[in-house]
């Protein structure tokens, strides 16, 4: 019989687990650290009874076309924005795969200091219609946690990426007050997650503002 970590949806360094609010500080485990009344997870892995987190076994994964890939938005520009790639095809990217990856083919996409794999949307590659109007910074910020596809290799260090598809774009992002407009009193404890509220708009549950992002599909829906 599967644990019940083995079945707990994938969680990504600075993603809060299922459910954390309140007393989270108290049931704070492994591979975990609190922020506000929220319990984040430190790596990638598997949120376990425990209330930790438990890293999957590490195994060499080198994304390739048609593998669907999870990774964090680092640059957004008016022509691309740049992923760093942590999850392929629903395993973790370890660090050290990034690196031999590239020993063994200089186009694996792996980052200038080997940490992991770089991914890039391109401007035609962000939905399936009116491509020419897309702008990036109105479908991606830095820091949103993204799902998208790779199309194929890019150049020597990058993967082009597609989130042309109902189910491909943001899963997570904050209010982009957490990305240094907020006002010198608030923090980031103070934010919550935006949560979808269309393809292309996901909304603050606090303030009740929206923002526009390329919005991935909730699973289930």
Not at 123 to 133: I, L
């Amino acid at each position: 019989m599967a644990s019940s970590s083995s079945l707990a949806p994938l969680v990504l360094p600075g993603q809060p687990l299922p459910s954390s609010s309140g007393s989270s500080a108290a049931r704070a485990g492994a591979g975990t650290y609190v922020r506000g009344a929220h319990m984040l997870s430190s790596l990638v892995g598997r949120p376990d009874a425990r209330g930790g987190v438990t890293g999957r076994p590490s195994r060499f994964v080198v994304p390739s076309p048609s593998s669907i890939v999870l990774g964090r938005i680092t640059r957004v520009t008016p022509r691309q924005a740049t992923l760093s790639i942590t999850v392929v095809d629903g395993l973790p990217v370890a660090a050290g795969d990034a690196s031999a990856a590239g020993e063994a083919n200089r186009a694996a996409g792996e980052d200038p200091a080997g940490a992991d794999f770089t991914g890039v949307i391109r401007q035609q590659d962000v939905r399936m219609t009116e491509k020419d109007k897309v702008r990036l910074g109105d479908c991606f910020r830095p820091g949103d946690i993204v799902r998208a596809s790779v199309i194929s290799l890019g150049d020597a260090r990058s993967y082009y990426l597609s989130t042309a598809a109902n189910n491909l774009g943001v899963i997570y992002a904050l209010p982009s007050l957490a990305l240094g407009e907020a006002a010198p009193e608030m923090g980031t404890e103070a934010l919550a997650p935006l949560e979808p509220v269309s393809w292309n708009e996901m909304r603050d549950p606090r303030s009740g503002k929206t923002e526009k992002r390329k919005v991935a599909r909730p699973e289930g829906i």
